[in-house]
T-cell receptor
Framework: SQQGEEDPQALSIQEGENATMNCSYKTSINNLQWYRQNSGRGLVHLILIRSNEREKHSGRLRVTLDTSKKSSSLLITASRAADTASYFC???????????FGTGTRLLVSP | GAVVSQHPSRVICKSGTSVKIECRSLDFQATTMFWYRQFPKQSLMLMATSNEGSKATYEQGVEKDKFLINHASLTLSTLTVTSAHPEDSSFYICSTGVRGGSTDTQYFGPGTRLTVL
């Protein structure tokens, strides 16, 4: 399977704390994306980082990419209860827009 | 941004029946559509890729005769689960791409929850 792995599988923190989740993948990529999924809902695109980029920011989100290690991390700073969701990384394995999703991290932010 | 809709959002059916799920791009032409399946507490797995006017390409292990995909127009793709069984109960999500575009032009629908009794 080309599916990427994410860790931790589950993360429980308090509001105001930072949350870091990691993604490892297996093949060369053009870009890597992070998505959020609230329980039983569709996907929300968070951020895309290209293979020639090492770090990217969007609001409280910070994504890093290390192509030599085939890994990426998503940092959510000053977390809020509304950040409670599952987070998935996705890579464009196979070309032409086919995405392979990681196993996901379930984040629980307690008030 | 672009909007993708799915219908129905939830469906419950009896074992042995067929269920059709629609995926529509509301404000742009989607030359390519992707269908994913997600089991509870698991990740999304790509089932198939469909291009408007041509046959769908199925991923390994996905039965093309069981999961019929029709991409008859630039704004509509349908997934029909034929002779559904309880193990087909899952969350089905479509996404769309634009010919010549990169993956950052892919948009996801809200998903359809299928429960087979």
């Amino acid at each position: 399977s080309q599916q990427g792995e994410e860790d931790p599988q589950a993360l429980s923190i308090q509001e105001g704390e930072n949350a870091t989740m990691n993604c490892s993948y297996k093949t060369s990529i053009n870009n890597l994306q992070w998505y959020r999924q609230n329980s039983g809902r569709g996907l929300v695109h968070l951020i895309l980082i290209r293979s020639n980029e090492r770090e990217k920011h969007s609001g409280r989100l910070r994504v890093t990419l290390d192509t030599s290690k085939k890994s990426s991390s998503l940092l959510i700073t000053a977390s809020r209860a509304a950040d409670t969701a599952s987070y998935f990384c996705a890579t464009d394995f196979g070309g032409f827009q086919k995405l392979v999703f990681g196993t996901g991290t379930r984040l629980l932010v307690s008030p | 941004g672009a909007v993708v809709s799915q219908h129905p959002s939830r469906v419950i059916c009896k074992s042995g029946t067929s269920v059709k799920i629609e995926c529509r791009s509301l404000d742009f032409q989607a030359t390519t559509m992707f269908w994913y399946r997600q089991f509870p507490k698991q990740s999304l797995m790509l089932m198939a890729t469909s291009n408007e006017g041509s046959k769908a390409t199925y991923e390994q292990g996905v039965e093309k005769d069981k999961f019929l995909i029709n991409h008859a127009s630039l704004t509509l793709s349908t997934l029909t689960v034929t002779s559904a069984h309880p193990e087909d109960s899952s969350f089905y999500i479509c996404s769309t791409g634009v010919r010549g575009g990169s993956t950052d032009t892919q948009y996801f629908g809200p998903g359809t929850r299928l429960t087979v009794l």
